[in-house]
């Protein structure tokens, strides 16, 4: 499937500078509002109950959410799970109520405000221990990818595309992080589960690219580094777009019709599928080439010459 056929590279690296300021002050930004408004962490990191409840009649959402307030759980979540007849109710931790009571008391509440009984699929209970050991797992899982690709991408090119990589990686993290921070979306273990998604799926993109930056030094041998680089990007770009297009159709199917347990993770996808594929573009490469990457880098090693592999024999 071809849709775009360029005839000339496209000068990408003309916009290098405007896409690092764009960078900057999106990373700025992020920083900024995850150190002072904070991350609205879910039940997975915070601590709190969580109760499955099915309904006889479709679930009036608003109604369960006005009985539970009056009841005094105003803070609680409600939201469809699978079906309209199956509700899942998210309660955060609180120190005056008594959690191994907590899921009786709601559904003797909802029972007395519905004729036809709800009954409990499900509950379960997360302790404030467990939320902060998975919020130093889920950072410690990010870093180790980090640097796993920092090595991996040293050992098959060169350190200034690693550098770039991995700047590029770190940059769609922060920035997805950062939305989820200034829109106050909730976030969960699939919100980390889509991030580090991301971080794959950006560094496939980004591998790409630099493949074909490599290969670029070795045939374009009379052209600048920055014109090597925009034909490197120009050449992968219907592969990039088409691949980043397809998944944002399905990614776009599952944010309207995959439930509300996966909204957070389509949402996180849905963006940094965006931010990676602009990083792969602009970051990474912009990157590299400020850090003074050049033809000789790129090059393979001369052989090396044998020990008499020269000298004329002595017969």
């Known amino acids: 499937m071809q849709i775009f056929n360029f005839k000339q590279p496209l000068n990408f ?7 690092i300021i764009l960078s900057s002050i999106m990373l700025i930004a992020s920083v900024a509002s995850i150190s002072i408004k904070g991350i609205n962490w879910g039940l997975d990191f915070t601590g709190g109950t969580v109760i499955e409840a099915g309904f006889a009649q479709p679930a009036d959402l608003p109604a ?3 009985t539970l307030a009056v009841a005094g759980y105003s803070d609680a979540v409600v939201q469809l799970f699978g079906t309209s007849r199956d509700v899942l109710i998210r309660i955060p931790l609180r120190e005056d109520i008594e959690q191994a009571t907590l899921g009786d008391e709601v559904m003797a509440i909802l029972n007395q ?5 709800v009954t409990m699929r499900r509950i379960e209970f997360v302790g404030p221990s467990v939320g902060e050991e ?3 797992d889920g950072g410690l899982a990010m870093l180790v990818a980090l640097i796993g690709i920092l090595l991996y991408v040293t050992m098959r090119f060169e350190w200034r595309l690693s550098v770039g990589a991995v700047i590029s990686l770190a940059h769609d993290a922060i920035i997805t992080m950062g939305l989820f921070s200034i829109l106050g979306l909730e976030f969960d273990l699939t919100v980390l589960a889509a991030i580090l ?22 045939k374009l041998r009379d052209t600048s580094v920055t014109e090597t680089i925009n034909d490197a990007i120009t050449s992968t770009l219907n592969r990039t777009v088409i691949t980043s297009l397809t998944t944002v159709l399905v990614l776009i ?18 963006f940094g599928v965006a931010i990676g ?26 052989p090396i010459e044998k020990e008499g592999e020269n000298t004329e024999a002595l017969l």
């Open 13 to 19: 690296m003309r916009l290098k500078w405007a896409a």
């Open 64 to 66: 369960v959410r006005q």
């Open 113 to 117: 405000n519905n004729a036809n009984g």
């Open 134 to 136: 998975l919020k130093q």
């Open 197 to 218: 998604a991301l971080i794959g799926y950006s560094i496939n993109d980004t591998i790409v690219v630099f493949d074909r930056i490599r290969e670029s030094f070795r």
């Open 253 to 270: 199917v599952l944010f309207y019709m995959g439930g509300a347990l996966i909204h957070g993770f389509a949402t996180a996808l849905l």
């Open 277 to 302: 594929t602009y990083s792969s573009i602009y970051v990474a490469s912009s990157v590299a080439e400020i850090l003074g990457i050049s033809r000789e880098d790129m090059l393979p090693p001369p």
